[in-house]
Structures are given as structure tokens and as C-alpha cells.
């Protein structure tokens, strides 16, 4: 079974599409910065483990990285091969267990 393919230009709308919805579910869990961070965590677990570089602080990389993390997602899986979404599910899932893993201490309310 193969994964459908999207061109790049519509990989890369598709994670413009999903962005402002994942930043607003993320500011939602940030309550704040009272709240527990999870729903940021999970969805944009590099743009917070980026926060270790950065004396503990949401940055202008942080914010970087969540604006371009999920267009780049989108064309990084849009050639529909199969081994590249396993791969990007494997990266994320990784950074999602080192978020949670104790190391960003800060951000559990």
C-alpha cells in the first residue's frame, strides 16, 4: 500500500492549514504560562526542547521553529514514500518522550 502523493506547494499549504490551529491549541495549553504546557509539548515538542538552548525561555527561535515546523512536515512527507512519514513520526515521537521526559522541568504547571 502506498501513501497518496501531494505536490510539494500542496504539502506545504496543508501544513500553513494546520499551523495556526496547532499554535492556538499550544497558547491554550501555555494558559498563560500557568498553565501545563502539554498540548505545546506534544505538538511542537522541538520549539520547546529549543528553550534549553536559550536560558530556559520562549525565544524568537522557539516561535521560529512552530511557524515552520509543520509546513516543513507537510513537504517533507508530500512525496507520499512511506519511509519518509515513518521517519517523521519516529523523529517526532522521539522529541515528544525527550519533552516529557523531565529535562523541560519549566514548562509542567
Known sequence: MTLPKFSL???????LCATPIALLLALFSA?????????????YPIPTLATLMTNKTITGLSVGLAL???PAYGAFVAPGSRT????L???HAVAIAA??????DYFEG
Not at 506547494?9 to 501544513?15: A, D, F, T
Open 31 to 43: 494558559g498563560s504560562g500557568h498553565g501545563d504546557y502539554v498540548l505545546a509539548r506534544v505538538l
Open 68 to 70: 515552520v515546523q509543520f
Open 99 to 104: 519533552a516529557f521526559s523531565g529535562v523541560l
Open 9 to 15: 506547494r500542496m504539502g506545504l499549504l496543508v501544513g
Open 89 to 91: 513520526i519516529l523523529v
Open 84 to 87: 519518509r512519514c515513518l521517519a
